[in-house]
């Protein structure tokens, strides 16, 4: 997990170009409680590599430390939700959580997938939101953007 900031030092001084040559998979932009009442920021790449180096098709994204994505807050549960991608379209299961999962603030159905595109704004559990942004997106509106991120309405379709 990396902060925002710490991200955009990282990853910006090779421009768009070079950004969209070394990120070829979306990401999620989390806001979190943060210290003061404020919050963070917090980038997660939502293709991670398996063992064998090769990209997995599912990311699990909960407060267990197993998970691919750790979000350690007590409204997250353990094992909260699930991120897919099947030939191109990428999906978002809730797995029976106990504060639930939405989208674009509406609830999810336990286990049943809901199609997700670049802009769209995921909550998970009481606490956490984060927004699901194709690398464009997110260059655009994370590394090089001035305004808030969770305002965005994203137009790519990864």
Do not use: C
């Not at 990396?2 to 955009?8: A, D, I, P």
């Not at 293709?47 to 909960?62: D, T």
């Not at 029976?96 to 909550?123: E, H, M, V």
Request: charged share 25%; aromatic share 8%; no cysteine.
């Amino acid at each position: 997990m990396q902060s925002l900031e710490g991200f955009k030092r990282r990853n910006s001084a090779g421009g768009k170009d070079g950004f969209l040559r070394k990120f070829q998979m979306p990401f999620l932009l989390v806001s979190s409680p943060g210290v003061r009442g404020g919050r963070a920021l917090w980038v997660h790449p939502v293709r991670n590599r398996s063992e064998e180096g090769l990209f997995k098709e599912e990311i699990s994204i909960g407060r267990a430390e197993e998970n691919d994505i750790v979000l350690d807050l007590e409204s997250v549960s353990k094992s909260h939700a699930q991120i897919t991608e099947t030939d191109g379209e990428w999906q978002i299961i809730d797995l029976n959580s106990k504060n639930g999962t939405t989208l674009n603030g509406l609830p999810l159905a336990p286990f049943a997938a809901a199609s997700i595109r670049s802009g769209q704004i995921i909550g998970f559990g009481k606490e956490v939101k984060a927004v699901f942004m194709g690398p464009s997106d997110f260059w655009n509106n994370a590394i090089r953007g001035t305004g808030d991120p969770f305002e965005i309405h994203g137009t790519e379709q990864d």
